[in-house]
């Protein structure tokens, strides 16, 4: 009886802890692992190197472009809140459309602190990457 209630006990543990968990977790590891290192970790860019993600007007204005962006990457002079940046970013293929989504998903609303009404679907995302084919 004891053991069971014990169990009982950790398995409401573990649902609470999963219900209340940020649900932009994943987001946030792709973030750390894959753009952190030239982004910086709070999006803040590297000087004249790397654009910012933080407050960033190309952001809003590409919105579309950013699932091929992270995708294929990026070569060629972009201007970013009136900076030009001429650094290439590489590509990561490997990200899945909904791993994608969550990156944007967590730049958007942890970096950019954006409302949750600018979140990326994963349905918009996967779209975008199909016109980058």
């Known amino acids: 009886m004891k053991l069971k209630l014990i169990y009982f006990i950790f398995g409401i543990f573990i649902v609470l802890y999963a219900c209340n968990d940020n649900p932009y977790k994943q987001g946030k590891i792709l973030y750390a692992n894959f753009c952190a290192n030239c982004h910086g970790e709070r999006g803040e860019g ?3 190197l790397i654009p ?37 970013m590489p590509a990561i ?33 996967e779209q975008g990457l199909k016109k980058c084919e």
């Open 46 to 48: 590297l000087k004249s």
């Open 52 to 88: 910012p993600l933080l407050q960033s007007d190309y952001l809003e204005q590409h919105r579309k472009e950013l699932p091929c962006i992270i995708h294929q990457g990026l070569k060629g002079e972009i201007e970013v809140n009136g900076r030009k940046y001429n650094q290439e």
């Open 93 to 125: 293929p490997k990200l899945s459309f909904f791993e994608i989504t969550n990156v944007l998903n967590y730049i958007q609303l942890n970096i950019n602190q954006s409302d949750t009404k600018n979140i990326f679907t994963a349905d918009e995302v």
